[in-house]
């Protein structure tokens, strides 16, 4: 399992980003697969999640502001961050994993949220 996240960078609070995870090493296009994100000195928690079968599960600090999809062609999961707040700032994972602590995860990417 490799995964390879990307898009991270500074943002203005309300402004938006789209973050990008190239997957290779299983079958993507049927994965459950997760966005995690670990603010700092906190601990890793879980952002959102999209389902083999295509349904999508939001944490309630994002829902309505976060949107996550997958370009199976492209073997990419994607997290659209809208609205972004001052308590988004974190490294941003994606993962495999279907529970903690959820080992199968790329390196990161970080996101900052700062006027």
């Known amino acids: 399992v490799q995964l390879v996240e990307s898009g991270g960078g500074l943002v203005q609070p309300g402004g938006s980003l789209r973050l990008s995870c190239v997957a290779s090493g299983f079958a993507f296009s049927d994965a459950d697969m997760r966005w995690l994100r670990q603010a700092p000195g906190k601990p890793l928690e879980w952002v959102a999640t999209l389902y083999g079968g295509r349904a999508t599960h939001y944490a309630d600090t994002v829902r309505g502001r976060f949107a996550i999809s997958r370009d199976i062609s492209k073997n990419t999961l994607y997290l659209q961050m809208d609205s972004l707040k001052p308590e988004d700032t974190a490294v941003y994972y994606c993962?495999?994993?279907?529970?903690?602590?959820?080992?199968?995860r790329g390196q990161g990417t970080q996101v900052t949220v700062s006027s």
């Open positions: 993962s495999k994993s279907s529970s903690k602590p959820w080992t199968e």
